[in-house]
């Protein structure tokens, strides 16, 4: 998937998440807020001044943010965790999110009583996709606003030796037989089994 569709489950699928910001004693500080709006630049949501979170935004400018859809079954659900910039674009785009998410009219009433709220845009951020209602698992990366796309996880190198204790290990099945074996990015926990076992080295550990 690309990117803006992503941000598209973000919003309109999830929509709830929780958002992590520090501060003023440099503690991280957790709450639930919703994600209500997206665009090819990124992703929009809203608070009002008066509240800590405001602040925090305004200071750091940097937030982080995890959310997760689906059944009472773990292995239905889907997770996207972002973290990114911040910034205020005031009353920028709040017609458009009080038009896509018709819950806030009852919230926030009248228009005098919006003159609280700002928006703010997640212009420039990483993060990842989980999706475990598929076999394998699907993972995602998803990178916007002019982020450096930095690979995670582990790959194998030309020194393997085609052993196959890591296709034993692989919990996913996600290593597919080659030379040299090949880890299938897009199903792959980040376990660790493949790195742990290989015996020559042959398994390298990304950013």
């Excluded at 037989?177 to 299938?184: A, F, T």
Aim: hydrophobic residues 35%; positive net charge; charged residues 25%.
């Amino acid at each position: 998937m690309k990117t803006k569709e992503y941000l598209k489950i973000l919003a309109e699928e999830i929509h709830s998440v929780v958002v992590a910001t520090i501060d003023d004693n440099g503690l991280p500080t957790t709450r639930v807020i919703d994600m209500m709006l997206y665009d090819d630049r990124g992703i929009y949501f809203l608070t009002a001044k008066g509240k800590a979170f405001y602040t925090q935004l305004m200071n750091k400018g940097y937030l982080s943010l995890s959310g997760m859809i689906g059944g009472k079954e773990t292995m239905s659900r889907k997770a996207i965790s972002v973290s990114g910039a911040v910034r205020n674009i005031g009353s920028e785009k709040l017609e458009d999110i009080f038009k896509r998410n018709v819950y806030m009219a009852d919230i926030y009433q009248t228009e005098e009583s919006r003159s609280a709220l700002e928006v703010f845009h997640i212009y420039k951020g990483r993060g990842e996709y989980f999706d475990l209602s598929t076999k394998p698992i699907t993972r995602g990366i998803i990178v916007f606003g002019g982020t450096e796309l930095q690979n995670s996880g582990f790959s194998i190198t030309e020194s393997c030796t085609k052993c196959g204790l890591c296709l034993r290990k692989c919990p996913q099945n996600c290593i597919t037989v080659g030379i040299p074996y090949k880890i299938q990015q897009a199903n792959c926990l980040h376990c660790g089994n493949c790195y742990e076992v290989c015996p020559v080295g042959a398994v390298s550990k990304r950013v």
